[in-house]
């Protein structure tokens, strides 16, 4: 049976790209990355592509006319590459509700939160703040809002006394790299069902 394809989109360094490229070196998942795309020239997601001799495509908002021709120009990169299901792996760009109906049920987000608490920029910083007991992260579909789709899963780490932002922030890279690589396995097994909000994983 021939692999999945995936694309992944990334931001920066890329540690969450690495899992789900191990998780695939190692025969975890029928899964193939066929592409990666950042908006950031000097990511180092791409570097980690380049390794695993994966196609990496740049591409620039400002070198854009508009958000829907840079979103365009993602979606043909997708598509050209027979890509299934899109993983934002750090994307740092929210995509328009356009391009999320082009793709429903068919992008995938690592949030390091466990939403619905702590959308958005930070969020371990944001649950550092708030004094929270547990914190983790969610891997989720994405829809039209920010970090709202149906979650998929999602792994909860303790917060403790005397954590730094970069103590937690680490614990909970930690799972993220387990629940990414997880929820992407699931979906290569068609054992994810999507009922409105709800998600389930059939057994
Ligand atoms: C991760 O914390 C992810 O949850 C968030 O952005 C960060 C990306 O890290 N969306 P990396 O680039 O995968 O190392």
């Given at each position: ?27 975890k ?42 979103e ?6 997708l ?23 082009k ?15 702590f ?85």
């Amino acid at each position: 049976m021939n692999n999945h394809k995936i694309g992944v989109l990334a931001s920066g360094r890329g540690s969450n790209l690495q899992s789900v490229l191990d998780n695939i070196e190692n025969k975890k998942m029928p899964v193939e990355v066929a592409i990666v795309i950042s908006d950031k020239a000097d990511a180092f997601a791409l570097e980690r592509a380049k390794k695993a001799g994966i196609a990496q495509v740049v591409i620039l908002r400002k070198e854009c006319s508009d958000k829907t021709d840079f979103e365009n120009k993602i979606d043909a990169a997708l598509r050209e590459a027979s890509v299934e299901l899109v993983v934002l792996a750090g994307f740092m760009r929210i995509l328009s509700s356009d391009f999320v109906a082009k793709w429903k049920h068919k992008i995938i987000n690592i949030h390091p939160a466990l939403l619905p608490s702590f959308t958005g920029l930070d969020a371990q910083g944001q649950a550092l703040e708030y004094g929270v007991k547990v914190a983790g992260c969610t891997v989720h579909f994405v829809d039209e809002g920010m970090d709202t789709g149906p979650i998929i899963l999602q792994k909860v780490v303790p917060v403790l006394d005397g954590d730094t932002h970069d103590m937690l922030a680490d614990r909970i890279l930690v799972q993220e790299h387990i629940a990414l690589p997880e929820a992407i396995g699931l979906w290569a097994e068609d054992k994810i069902e999507v009922c409105g909000r709800k998600v389930y994983i059939k057994k």
